[in-house]
């Protein structure tokens, strides 16, 4: 089967972000594509995680496996948060079992003025990769399957690039925070700007929806996340929206701040798992669909109790303008995949009664 933009525009997962009612709730995974699938590891072998990044052919390739085995409504697009980083020239390696580290933390104002801005012309794989599977995902479902492409938001890079690699505690990065607002405004504005053009470039080459994580958001207070983290989550959000394609905003423990980060400009709020989906659609409001949230440990359970606590999900959902089913972060990497498979038949073959 082939199909037009058109189509993609009634697939059920571009119908359930604008709000419309879908044929089926759509369903994707965040981080579906990856350590959990077999043919993920053959793809990888012997190839660094950041060199997987910049192949189109193995960007492409990764991006589809998800989509062939699980039949999830969406692809999202294998690339990293860090990435854009990395062809401007900064000191980044991911570590497997780790994730990013930077050689040369950012601390100071000299630090954040020496980082390059990103241009198109520093990601040509990803116009590539994004364009290949724009072509390859058209033919894959009733109406083509669609691409959300992703970035990382400006608090979540940050927490990286001033911790030198991850953290519990985010002690430096808040430390810049509350004690050098200049370097911080500064870094964030950076961050942001590097943010907007990544999701630019990929919806420029095809992408049709975006989510912008911050994932680590939740380590914040809610007026400090106002003050400190939302007007440069607004700013990537403002550009994605010029491209007029739906903008979802997730981020780990968010509860307190679901309500902002819909403000902050989203069309779909993503739930994390210790939420209630009621709660999260309360606090999107009635202008905003959310996306979410199974725990990501319930595929470690009989498939009749996973299947059946996401039905509980399905019903609580029909209260939202529109929902995304997902899991309430990303695919643990010892998941089996027959359970996704599993979970994505169930959640595809359950009755929508209006
Ligand atoms: O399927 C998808 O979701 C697309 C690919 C994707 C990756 N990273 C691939 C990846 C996406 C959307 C991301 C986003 C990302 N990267 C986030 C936000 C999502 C979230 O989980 O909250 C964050 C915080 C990062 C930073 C990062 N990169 C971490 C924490 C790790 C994991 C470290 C580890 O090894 O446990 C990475 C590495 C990474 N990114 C892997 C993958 C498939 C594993 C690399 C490998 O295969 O060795």
Same mark, same amino acid.
């Given at each position: 089967m082939t199909s037009d933009v058109t189509s993609l525009q009634s697939s059920p997962f571009l119908t359930a972000a604008r709000g419309g009612t879908p044929s089926h709730t759509p369903v994707w995974f965040?981080?579906?594509?990856?350590?959990?699938?077999p043919e993920y590891h053959k793809a990888r072998e012997g190839v660094a995680m950041l060199d997987a990044c910049m192949n189109a052919d193995l960007i492409t390739e990764i991006t589809l496996q998800p989509v062939r085995r699980y039949g999830v409504d969406a692809a999202i697009f294998f690339?990293?948060?860090?990435?854009?980083?990395k062809p401007l020239g900064l000191d980044l390696e991911i570590k497997p079992g780790v994730g990013p580290v930077f050689g040369s933390p950012v601390r100071t104002l000299e630090d954040v003025e020496a980082i390059p801005d990103l241009t198109p012309e520093h990601l040509p794989f990803i116009t590539q990769a994004v364009q290949n599977l724009t072509a390859e995902l058209a033919s894959i479902g009733a109406h083509g399957t669609p691409l959300i492409g992703f970035a990382g938001a400006p608090f979540t890079v940050a927490s990286y690039l001033v911790e030198g690699g991850p953290s519990k505690e985010y002690a430096k990065t808040k430390a810049l925070m509350f004690g050098a607002p200049d370097i911080w405004d500064a870094l964030m504005r950076k961050i942001a700007g590097i943010s907007a053009t990544f999701l630019e470039v990929q919806v420029a080459a095809g992408a049709s929806a975006v989510q912008l994580f911050?994932?680590?958001?939740?380590? +914040?207070?809610p007026r400090d996340y106002e003050r400190f983290v939302m007007p440069y989550s607004r700013l990537v959000l403002e550009r994605a929206g010029a491209l007029g394609v739906p903008r979802i905003h997730f981020g780990v423990n968010s509860a307190s701040l679901l309500t902002l980060m819909g403000e902050a400009g989203a069309d779909i709020v993503g739930v994390d798992w210790r939420t209630p989906l009621e709660f999260g659609i309360a606090a999107a409001g009635p202008d905003r669909g959310v996306q979410g949230n199974l725990d990501?440990?319930? +595929?470690?359970?009989?498939t009749e109790v996973m299947t059946a606590r996401a039905a509980e999900i399905i019903e609580a959902g029909r209260a939202a303008k529109g929902h995304i089913f997902n899991l309430g972060h990303g695919v643990i990497p010892s998941t089996n995949p027959d359970q996704l498979k599993a979970l994505t038949d169930f959640v595809h073959s359950y009755e929508i009664v209006q």
């Open positions: 965040m981080r579906q594509a990856g350590r959990a699938l690339s990293d948060i860090v990435l854009p980083l911050d994932s680590w958001a939740g380590a +914040v207070h990501p440990a319930l +595929v470690f359970a009989p």
